[in-house]
């Protein structure tokens, strides 16, 4: 796994993204500590990708958690009755 600082990043970029792009992740520094890291991203895993990072798909999963832990739930049988009532 390779490690490469902002500055960098900033000259080599398209030469660290083509790697990245063949399976090998690298570690972003910034001051001498680890900020992020960059790992390959299909067309396939992007829609996977935005979901799992979205602010408003997180607060709706925290909420639905929250509803469950309340017992407010309903079967799917009972859910579907309303939907075709």
Known sequence: MRVANTVELKNKTNKILKEVMKGNPVIITYRGKPAAS???LTEQ?????V???SPKIRKMIAE???D???G???SLEEYLAKLNG
Do not use: G, N, S, Y
């Open 38 to 40: 960059l790992t390959a």
């Open 45 to 49: 895993d992007l829609e996977d990708f």
């Open 51 to 53: 979901l799992e990072h």
């Open 64 to 66: 639905a958690e929250k």
């Open 68 to 70: 469950i832990q309340q």
């Open 72 to 74: 407010k739930v309903v």
